[in-house]
């Protein structure tokens, strides 16, 4: 799942909030249909008719944005909300009766909705970017918890590495029995472009599925996903993934300290991390904190790694559990895990 792949109806009766709304989820990808409170009550027949479709989105837009966003009229309102992922409901400046009873209908099926009921603040940039990001992340929390979601963590787990790490995973994975079923974040030193290389290494290994970690993905059972090298991913509560339109902050692309406490707070300290094969000392910070809470840490053994220094850095500050080579640590997996909650 990714931004292009959710719909969202935004439900508005005020322009400027429809017009705001829709540019912040074309920045960010989401497709959108604009559903004003789009109806005006004929006297004669006491029938809903459209409003013309230049009183809308689009016409705001052209008249103060440079880009033009497409901007779509929906005459059947229905229909347009049943269709979309996610309906925002900008309740703000009110909504007409007619659509207000299509939307309550619309969210007796279950359809994931959420209600703005504050003015968007147009001149106020940091404050509009700070709403922006919110409302991302409400979305695609809303939109995950549609799917079928599951989220186990004791079995979520952050797996990290540079130098011979690639190598050192493959080898756990394919340790792992076929009908396991754990969720793994992968973030490792690369440059940009070599992430196909380490999902045709580790995908269809004991039936996991590696893909390149976008915005709304989130860590299920099977699944590998892995960190961007360019930008900077955080992990919402429940283990849904986000990608920033921003590179890594540090020297380290990605980085892996920034991965680890992201992983934190999204998934919690049910599950652990491991630090496997690499150069220099990336990891050790977020292993520390990640300990201190109560989660698990687990190193390669030092002696199988092409390069030692990350998994000695951090059983250096005396954080790491269980040290071993990878396919010992895969069966060890298994056997602690077996013992847990699920």
Known sequence: MNHSQVSVAVVSAEKTHRGLLVEMLHKRGFETVVVESLAEKDSANEQLTPIPQHDGAAQFLDENRAAVISYFLVVDIEEALAAADVVIVDISSGIDNGLEQVIAKTVEVNKPALYLDDYLPVNTPSVMADIEQRLTEKLLSLYAHQQDYLHVPQKTWLLAGSTGGPEAVKEFIENLPADSDYSFLYVQHIEPGF???????????????????????????????????????????????????????????????????????????????IIFSGMDCDGTSGAKIYASKGGRVWAQAPDTCVVNSMPESVMKCGVVEYSASPKEMAEQLIRSTDKSPT
């Open 195 to 273: 992430e196909k290389n380490l999902i045709a290494m580790f995908s269809k290994r004991n039936g996991y599925q590696a893909q390149v970690a976008r915005s709304g993905d989130v860590l299920t059972p099977k699944s590998i996903l892995v960190v961007p090298a360019n930008r900077q991913l955080r992990v919402l509560t429940g283990g849904i993934a986000i990608i920033e339109d921003a590179p890594w902050q540090g020297r380290f692309q990605p980085s892996i300290d920034a991965t680890a406490v992201s992983f934190a707070n999204g998934c919690g300290y049910d599950g652990g991390i």
